[in-house]
């Protein structure tokens, strides 16, 4: 079973932050956060990861609280194309092995 | 494009043939794993392999399933006697060795049992 828990669904007006929370209260010291997507009938596209520190790409922030029991995977400026069934996964990844145990994930839509 | 590639896209078949899919991972990639996912369920994990050793398996593998990657490059699944139950996608995806567990996904393949 997945290990964290999201909302089923979110909306965003398009040029606005998208805000996705997740919560992993029971992650081990050693367990890293990730962010998949998933855009309708395509393969999942990973976005972020981290172990403690807030993290950025050119995709996405990711904001680990202090105590590592949830996070927000923050897009910052939605475009209609980051509509998408959003993932987060928390798995061992410091062996570069780990299989993904993914949930159902938040439906984000971004709307004009 | 140099991303995980998988053939065929599409496959529509009648219960009990048998189907075999393809992955090609990204090149230098060393590790390859496959996923399936139903509708509306996220993506279930049923294969790793590093190089071209199958080195974890999930109980979702049934005897039915047989997956390969003889050269540690390209890999294959094969579904035997297929069943309307196996109707899903079926997904490869990839990481190198010296990541930090993030995967790279392929298309994936929409196998249909009639």
């Known amino acids: 079973d997945a290990k964290t828990t999201q909302p089923p669904s979110m909306d965003c007006a398009e040029g606005r932050a998208a805000n996705l929370p997740c919560n992993h209260s029971t992650i081990s010291g050693n367990e890293y956060v990730y962010w998949y997507r998933q855009i309708h009938s395509q393969g999942p596209q990973y976005i972020i990861h981290g172990l403690k520190n807030n993290e950025t790409n050119e995709m996405a922030s990711l904001i680990i609280t202090e105590d590592r029991k949830s996070s927000t995977l923050i897009l910052p400026h939605a475009t209609l194309r980051d509509t998408a069934v959003y993932y987060c996964i928390v798995e061992y990844g410091n062996s570069g092995y780990s299989t993904l145990t993914f949930g159902k994930g938040t439906m984000l839509l971004v709307s004009p | 494009d140099t991303g995980v590639s998988q053939d065929p896209r599409h496959k529509i078949t009648k219960r009990g043939q048998n189907v075999t899919f393809r992955c090609d991972p990204i090149?230098?990639?060393?590790?390859l794993y496959w996923y399936r996912q139903t509708l509306g369920q996220g993506p279930e994990f049923l294969t790793y392999f590093q190089n071209e050793a199958q080195l974890e398996k999930s109980r979702l593998l049934s005897d039915r399933f047989s997956a390969e990657r003889p050269k540690g490059s390209f890999s294959t699944l094969e579904i035997q006697r297929t069943e309307q139950g196996d109707s899903a996608m079926y997904l490869c995806?990839?990481?190198?060795?010296?990541?930090?567990?993030?995967?790279?996904f392929g298309p994936g393949t929409r196998l249909t049992v009639t």
């Open positions: 090149s230098e990639h060393n590790r």
């Open positions: 995806a990839s990481s190198p060795e010296e990541g930090t567990g993030e995967q790279y």
